[in-house]
């Protein structure tokens, strides 16, 4: 990869001047095969990725049964500092999460990665069954695939709705920053509805 930096890009009606950009081969921005994610197993080659550098300054509204993404400049609501907010950067995206149980934990929100994960630490707390199916993920965030253990049921709280989700994956690595996450949210989260990501306001929902 090599830094670089565009001089005008255009998302529909908003205009983005000299941002800093990494340029990098093009058998490297390429999606393998999975009908999970209706890609096709040639694969999809893409000519970008949109990183957080942009959409922290965007109000973000995606429908993935629909296929179409909202971008709009984003109002400031005064809610930053207040119990309305449940989107920080530290790092990278945090988005707040209520267990079953009540307890507040922070998931990285990873919109490249198809499937939702949990920490091994948060199964134990939450003492949620989990089952070994094979399955096997796919994706920019999990490019190859391996073995997994899932947890097939968990309802959590996002963004004030309580979501019962499925087939969540478990991971355990050892810490490898100041700030780890309690789990991370995919894409895949997006069937209960629009996620909207406004990142000025400190704001994560789905559906509504």
Do not use: C, Y
């Amino acid at each position: 990869m090599r830094p670089a930096v565009l001089k005008r890009m255009e998302i529909g009606p908003i205009v983005i001047t000299n941002t800093p950009a990494m340029i990098m081969d093009a058998s490297l921005l390429r999606l393998k095969g999975s009908s999970a994610a209706s890609v096709p197993w040639a694969g999809l080659s893409i000519d970008g990725i949109i990183g957080w550098d942009l959409i922290q300054h965007l109000a973000i509204s995606m429908d993935f049964a629909s296929g179409t993404i909202v971008l709009q400049q984003p109002e400031n609501l005064g809610i930053r500092g207040t119990s309305a907010q449940n989107l920080v950067w530290v790092g990278k995206p945090f988005v707040q999460v209520r267990t079953t149980l009540g307890d507040t934990v922070q998931f990285a929100l990873d919109t490249g990665a198809q499937s939702t994960f949990v920490n091994d630490a948060v199964v134990k707390k939450v003492r949620a069954a989990t089952s070994t199916p094979g399955a096997r993920v796919f994706g920019i965030a999990a490019s190859g695939g391996q073995l997994v253990r899932l947890v097939p049921r968990l309802r959590l709280e996002v963004g004030g709705r309580s979501l019962l989700m499925r087939d969540l994956i478990v991971f355990t690595r050892p810490p490898s920053g100041l700030v780890e996450s309690d789990g991370i949210l995919g894409s895949n989260i997006g069937r209960f509805g629009t996620v909207t990501i406004d990142a000025t306001n400190g704001v994560f929902s789905v559906g509504g």
